[in-house]
């Protein structure tokens, strides 16, 4: 497949000079064909029988076996859920954490996981996001580590494996803008939440959570994937591996528009993001200040970013505002072509 292959499967990029795929990835045709295709079994031969819950547990299969070679882990440390939200709920309700416990995150998080992290009931302790501020901010009490592995601000890279191993705490990784958008290596990283909607353009409503170990979490928020068997008085036997934290049902089309995103992408992906976010960050450094940044979110200060966002929108170019820091972000994938990040320069010239 060439750049211009790839390009061709989206049919957005015919008008959108598309840079928001940190808050939405464009859909791809096949994508979309896939869900209909679902969709309009479902209608014809209704949702019911034998045949037809075993096909759904066959594609949560699938896909969970896909997630799990994104990331170089087996497919039962893989738990499909809805979100990155989801995941880090579901981490931090297992953990059981209390008021004597700490969590350390970093001031540039998104409400994603500091949700769930203050509404945990551990003690909180806000980092400046650079790795020195973080080992320095670790104490006796410290239980948890919870860090973007990539900053939803500016595209910075945390390096997530190294405050683990040096820390020899256990690390819940935000993956929503890494997962689909750089090399993510799961391995010795105890938990790896993972967004379907974002770098992996799948659909709405769409993610995974990685566990390392399951039987160290508890299943707090059980669903009927999370038991085996279970008797009347609510006791029950856990389901093997991460399957046991799925929070419930996922639409078929769903699963299926997910598993076709996920076969999608070309060897070069990573490759190609990586050079077309430099690409726009060399270009962009002569109009604005551009932040430091390594991934393949590029940020930029603007004096207004809401009619800058606004009027880049009027030329059919979408990028978009990060609220309370003057920034606007530009999301670059693999899929990026040289004329979309043109066209974003000559509008902010313009």
């Given at each position: 497949?060439?750049?211009?292959?790839?390009?061709?499967?989206?049919?957005?990029?015919?008008?959108?000079?598309?840079?928001?795929?940190?808050?939405?990835?464009?859909?791809?045709?096949?994508?979309?064909?896939?869900?209909?295709?679902?969709?309009?079994?479902?209608?014809?031969?209704?949702?019911?029988?034998?045949?037809?819950?075993?096909?759904?547990?066959?594609?949560?299969?699938?896909?969970?076996?896909?997630?799990?070679?994104?990331?170089?882990?087996?497919?039962?440390?893989?738990?499909?859920?809805?979100?990155?939200?989801?995941?880090?709920?579901?981490?931090?309700?297992?953990?059981?954490?209390?008021?004597?416990?700490?969590?350390?995150?970093?001031?540039?998080?998104?409400?994603?996981?500091?949700?769930?992290?203050?509404?945990?009931?551990?003690?909180?302790?806000?980092?400046?996001?650079?790795?020195?501020?973080?080992?320095?901010?670790?104490?006796?009490?410290?239980?948890?580590?919870?860090?973007?592995?990539?900053?939803?601000?500016?595209?910075?890279?945390?390096?997530?494996?190294?405050?683990?191993?040096?820390?020899?705490?256990?690390?819940?990784?935000?993956?929503?803008?890494?997962?689909?958008?750089?090399?993510?290596?799961?391995?010795?990283?105890?938990?790896?939440?993972?967004?379907?909607?974002?770098?992996?353009?799948?659909?709405?409503?769409?993610?995974?959570?990685?566990?390392?170990?399951?039987?160290?979490?508890?299943?707090?928020?059980?669903?009927?994937?999370?038991?085996?068997?279970?008797?009347?008085?609510?006791?029950?036997?856990?389901?093997?591996?991460?399957?046991?934290?799925?929070?419930?049902w996922i639409p078929p089309g769903s699963l299926a528009g997910l598993l076709t995103?996920?076969?999608?992408?070309?060897?070069?992906?990573?490759?190609?993001?990586?050079?077309?976010?430099?690409?726009?960050?060399?270009?962009?450094?002569?109009?604005?200040?551009?932040?430091?940044?390594?991934?393949?979110?590029?940020?930029?200060?603007?004096?207004?970013?809401?009619?800058?966002?606004?009027?880049?929108?009027?030329?059919?170019?979408?990028?978009?505002?990060i609220p309370d820091t003057g920034l606007v972000r530009v999301s670059c994938g693999?899929?990026?072509?040289?004329?979309?990040?043109?066209?974003?320069?000559?509008?902010?010239?313009?």
């Amino acid at each position: 497949m060439t750049p211009e292959q790839g390009r061709a499967l989206f049919p957005v990029l015919e008008r959108i000079a598309y840079l928001n795929a940190g808050t939405f990835g464009p859909l791809a045709r096949p994508t979309a064909d896939a869900v209909r295709r679902r969709l309009d079994a479902d209608l014809e031969r209704g949702r019911v029988g034998k045949e037809y819950f075993e096909q759904m547990l066959e594609l949560r299969t699938s896909v969970r076996a896909a997630v799990a070679a994104l990331v170089g882990a087996g497919p039962e440390h893989v738990s499909l859920t809805a979100s990155t939200t989801d995941g880090c709920n579901i981490v931090l309700a297992g953990l059981e954490l209390g008021e004597e416990d700490e969590i350390l995150i970093t001031g540039e998080e998104h409400f994603g996981l500091t949700g769930p992290v203050f509404a945990s009931g551990a003690r909180v302790v806000v980092a400046a996001a650079e790795p020195e501020a973080i080992l320095a901010a670790v104490t006796p009490r410290t239980r948890l580590l919870a860090l973007s592995q990539v900053l939803w601000t500016s595209g910075r890279v945390l390096p997530v494996r190294e405050l683990r191993e040096t820390t020899g705490l256990p690390i819940l990784v935000d993956g929503a803008q890494s997962v689909g958008a750089i090399p993510v290596d799961a391995t010795g990283l105890d938990f790896v939440t993972v967004s379907g909607q974002k770098w992996l353009c799948g659909p709405d409503a769409t993610g995974a959570l990685v566990v390392a170990d399951p039987e160290r979490l508890r299943v707090a928020r059980p669903s009927y994937f999370s038991q085996s068997e279970h008797d009347p008085s609510g006791s029950f036997e856990p389901t093997a591996g991460a399957a046991r934290f799925d929070p419930g049902w996922i639409p078929p089309g769903s699963l299926a528009g997910l598993l076709t995103a996920l076969e999608l992408p070309p060897d070069w992906r990573f490759e190609r993001a990586a050079a077309q976010a430099q690409r726009c960050r060399e270009q962009l450094a002569p109009l604005v200040e551009v932040l430091p940044g390594e991934a393949t979110l590029v940020a930029f200060r603007a004096d207004d970013p809401t009619a800058l966002v606004a009027r880049l929108a009027e030329a059919d170019v979408a990028v978009r505002e990060i609220p309370d820091t003057g920034l606007v972000r530009v999301s670059c994938g693999w899929w990026t072509s040289d004329e979309d990040l043109d066209r974003l320069v000559a509008a902010i010239e313009d």
